[in-house]
């Protein structure tokens, strides 16, 4: 089985290219769905967080915001969070491999919006890298509510740059270019994998 990592700047469009490739019945594991799985009221996640920020923890689970708060006043807060919280998710992730390679899926979807930072690419088979002009990217996110020129320039500062992404990418989707396009190169994609070699995957080797 391979696994392919999809990653992309914000407003590049990575979340609508994720349901394409489920739309093509490759089974997509998102790593920001299982965080928001493991915040709700009595999982995992909501425990450990009420170990270490008892305030940002309420009866529907972890409040974020909240969160955001606890992390900005204690210096400390976020790397013990990190420590607390990469492990669930990971095992979130392997159960997820797990159960597609039981079913005998030849490929997954790995959705992680931080792959190249955290070092995400060492692990999965290939990469794929959603990109778009930097106008649009810009355009789409500044259409967001609360976003700000100042905000979208913070998250940025945080991401590896896009033409770096591409650069380290096995395969660039552009949507840019439209949502037939993208579509046109997925399919591409999922074509080329499943139909190749599967002997030497990382995923495999494990």
């Not at 093509?24 to 009595?42: K, T």
């Amino acid at each position: 089985m391979i696994t392919l990592g999809l990653t992309g700047s914000i407003g590049m469009g990575k979340s609508t290219t994720a349901k394409m490739f489920a739309a093509l019945g490759v089974p997509v594991w998102d790593a920001d769905a299982a965080v928001h799985r493991l915040y709700a009221a009595g999982a995992a996640g909501a425990r450990a967080i009420a170990e270490l920020a008892p305030r940002a923890v309420g009866a529907e689970g972890v409040d974020r915001a909240a969160l955001r708060d606890a992390v900005l006043a204690d210096d400390t807060l976020l790397p013990r969070i990190e420590a607390a919280i990469h492990p669930l998710v990971a095992a979130d992730r392997e159960a997820f491999i797990a159960d597609a390679r039981a079913v005998g899926a030849p490929l997954v979807l790995l959705d992680i919006p931080l792959l190249f930072e955290t070092g995400a690419d060492a692990w999965v088979d290939r990469v794929a890298v959603v990109s778009a002009p930097v106008e649009l990217q810009r355009a789409r996110v500044l259409e967001r509510p609360g976003m700000t020129e100042a905000a979208l320039d913070a998250i940025l500062a945080r991401q590896v740059p896009d033409a770096e992404k591409r650069r380290r990418a096995d395969f660039v989707i552009e949507t840019g270019e439209g949502m037939d396009a993208a579509r046109a190169a997925v399919h591409q994609i999922v074509e080329s994998l499943t139909g190749a070699d599967k002997q030497g995957s990382k995923s495999d080797d494990a």
